[in-house]
């Protein structure tokens, strides 16, 4: 397929220094309304304290100094096993759920760590821009501050789990509906290529003394490959609250049919009644966020979020749909016409407070359905890009092709998950892309995910 590429219309780029003390900012200010007894608590095995989010992320950077700069010395050698994350290739670190059971190293000496790694990374920084290897060494600096925007989004989810509405989010009013959205939209099938361009449409030009600031992507969106697609249908809107209702009130919990083996299991173990965080009250539904506790029919129009991919599926099948596979999201996303792509469902143009829901616009919350008219696709999919990420039903695998670009981060992780696509409330605009593959197991729903169904 011959693709028809549209100049990318981006904006002035900052420079990695600006990059990396905003990006570093914002951690701090999103843990900021946190009181000292919140940032050591750990309330479940699949979150993590926000000390040590705070920490570890401070730890990604010191890795690269111990690596490139010459003399550093390690700032201390008890914090590289407690704010080591996964890494086998970096030694020995405490158990994931095991970092909520230490008072110790404590808040204030996290932060310290913290603002000396910073002092040391901006020199460093400002040193290594005018050496021969720059281009390596300051794409490392970028993926650690991609990193640390995927342990922004994670602050948020664990946030959330902590404290919920306890937490003085600094939230801005909802938006309203300003488009109605329903059915669905009919897309071509035919040669696809799906991923990640290197060079050309997604990489963007390279700027003098900026490198590795436009076109980053991560290694598992690449390379580029031809997948073939059959015709399909895809929703226009996310699936909602109200849909979501429908499908309890008709015994979707209920009823074996709708669900995969491991869902019905999820289902009489945990005994899975509702989305996480749906409570019932005098056998009324509700739902609890970061502005409060609401009454779930008075949030029919918003998108349904906080639900697993086994309930994902299960809603499907009993709408009579499907979840559309990754190459088909990506295709609804990015395909203005048959043999046209674009980067955004938009257009060119970036992510701003206008087309999409991520983590700028300040709402700590989904949107309503048709709150963006303007990020919609030429077809008329909307919400394709914030809100809540949304589950495919494709396996986080290797692309055909793949190639590592940095141990133990993506590619350790090939194995049981499924791909969401789309970015949610708390990712931030430079993060985001419409070949971006993020990933969870299938029963995991402290994420803000959601979905929206294909036939
Ligand atoms: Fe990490």
């Not at 029919?300 to 559309?324: M, N």
């Amino acid at each position: 397929m011959a693709a028809n590429l549209q100049a990318p219309g981006y904006s002035p780029e900052p420079s990695i220094r600006e990059l990396y003390q905003s990006v570093r900012a914002r951690t701090l200010e999103i843990v900021a309304p946190l009181e000292i007894e919140d940032y050591v608590i750990q309330t479940a095995e699949f979150m993590s304290p926000p000390r040590w989010h705070i920490g570890h992320t401070s730890w990604f950077f010191e890795t690269v100094l111990q690596k490139y700069q010459s003399g550093y010395q390690t700032y201390r050698e008890d914090f590289l096993f407690f704010f080591n994350s996964y890494y086998e290739g970096f030694g020995p670190r405490i158990e994931r759920p095991k970092r909520g059971t230490r008072s110790r190293p404590t808040v204030a000496e996290t932060k310290t760590y913290r603002a000396h790694i910073d002092e040391q990374m901006v020199r460093f920084i400002e040193d290594v821009s005018l050496s021969d290897d720059a281009d390596e060494i300051l794409r490392i600096v970028r993926l650690g501050l991609e990193h640390e925007m995927q342990h922004q989004e994670l602050l948020v989810y664990d946030i959330k789990h902590l404290l919920c509405d306890q937490f003085a989010a600094p939230m801005k009013p909802l938006p309203e509906a300003s488009a109605e959205v329903t059915g669905m939209v009919e897309i071509q099938g035919g040669l696809f290529e799906l991923g990640f361009e290197s060079t050309g449409r997604d990489a963007g030009e390279p700027q003098a003394g900026m490198p590795a600031l436009r076109g980053f992507a991560w290694d598992n969106e690449k390379p580029l490959h031809k997948v073939w697609l059959e015709d399909f249908q895809i929703d226009r809107a996310l699936v909602s609250v109200g849909d979501y209702l429908d499908f309890m009130n008709d015994g979707g919990y209920q009823n074996f049919r709708w669900w995969h083996s491991a869902g019905w299991e999820k289902v009489n173990t945990e005994h899975w009644q509702a989305p996480l965080y749906w409570e019932q009250h005098d056998s009324e539904w509700m739902i609890r966020d970061f502005g409060g506790l609401h009454r779930a029919i008075d949030k029919t129009d918003e998108p349904v979020s906080h639900v697993s991919f086994l309930e994902a599926s299960a809603y499907a099948k009993w709408a009579g749909k499907r979840l559309p596979t990754e190459a088909e999201w990506e295709k609804a996303a990015t395909c203005s016409q048959p043999n046209s792509r674009q980067n955004f469902p938009w257009g060119a143009a970036r992510p701003d407070e206008s087309r999409a829901n991520l983590f700028e616009n300040g709402l700590w919350s989904v949107a309503p359905i048709g709150a963006f008219p303007g990020g919609q696709t030429a077809q008329g999919c909307h919400q394709m890009i914030g809100d809540v990420w949304e589950w495919t039903v494709s396996d986080y695998v290797p692309y055909p092709g793949f190639k590592t670009e940095f141990d133990e981060y993506n590619d350790k992780w090939f194995v049981g998950q499924k791909v969401l696509r789309g970015g949610s409330f708390a990712t931030p605009q430079i993060h985001i892309r419409s070949t971006y593959r993020n990933f969870f197991y299938p029963h995991e729903r402290w994420m803000i995910a959601g979905f929206r169904c294909a036939k």
